[in-house]
């Protein structure tokens, strides 16, 4: 059974960092593609990034670009999300969600739980 | 705003036939296939569509995909309770190099 366990969340002041894992069970972790995604309170999905299997293709939505790093670790079955600079907007649930294939996006076919970051003062 | 546009909402009553639309532009709906996404309240989301119009194993053939140029659709027929959720659609966008969502529509079984 495909598993997607997010964690790494919390309260962070405004300007702070914060990493986020995703540990994955139950697939050929290195031969998929990742993503995370997240959505606001009340608020609809935003894709954040996406990485290759092999780590060699790596997109940022724009309102995250220079300040998230994604990677991941595929001798762990684990993804990352390293978050920096965060501001107030940055409050969400983070999912992270399996691409279908391993080298162009695809679609998601499973997601995880989430994991929940608050960004306040 | 959503770079792909969906109503904020739909509603039908049991046995119905609803239909939620996701407009986009060349650079996404265009030019790559679509997907939906379905989520129940308080849940992750689920896949339910994907490549414009194929249901992954489990999902009911009352669901159903279809897109047109640089629009799609997402059809629901014999509406049941348990379809009362957010519904999403979501397509590669060329120009941004990222994925692209519709603002969701919720639906309302009455």
């Known amino acids: 059974e495909v598993q997607l366990v997010e964690s790494g969340g919390g309260l962070v002041q405004p300007g702070g960092s914060l990493r986020l894992s995703c540990a994955a069970s139950?697939?050929?972790?290195?031969?998929?593609?990742m993503n995370w995604v997240r959505q606001a309170p009340g608020k609809g999905l935003e894709w954040v990034s996406y990485i290759s299997s092999s780590s060699t293709t790596i997109y940022y939505a724009d309102s995250v670009k220079g300040r998230f790093t994604i990677s991941r670790d595929n001798a762990k079955n684990s993804l990352y999300l390293q978050m920096n600079s965060l501001r107030d907007e940055d409050t969400a649930v983070y999912y992270c969600?399996?691409?279908?294939?391993?080298?162009?996006?695809?679609?998601?076919?499973?997601w995880g739980q989430g994991t929940l970051v608050t960004v306040s003062s | 705003q959503s770079v792909l546009t969906q109503p904020p909402s739909a509603s039908g009553t049991p046995g119905q036939r609803v239909t939620v639309s996701c407009s986009g532009s060349s650079s996404n709906i265009g030019s790559n296939t679509v997907n939906w996404y379905q989520q129940l309240p308080g849940t992750a989301p689920k896949l339910l569509i994907y490549s414009n119009n194929q249901r992954p194993s489990g999902v009911p053939d009352r669901f159903s995909g279809s897109k047109s140029g640089a629009s799609a659709s997402l059809a629901i027929s014999g509406l049941q309770s348990e379809d009362e959720a957010d519904y999403y659609c979501?397509?590669?966008?060329?120009?941004?190099?990222?994925?692209?969502f519709g603002g969701g529509t919720k639906l309302t079984v009455l």
């Open positions: 139950g697939f050929t972790f290195s031969s998929y593609s």
């Open positions: 979501a397509a590669w966008d060329d120009s941004l190099n990222g994925w692209v």
């Open positions: 969600a399996r691409d279908r294939y391993s080298n162009y996006p695809t679609y998601f076919d499973y």
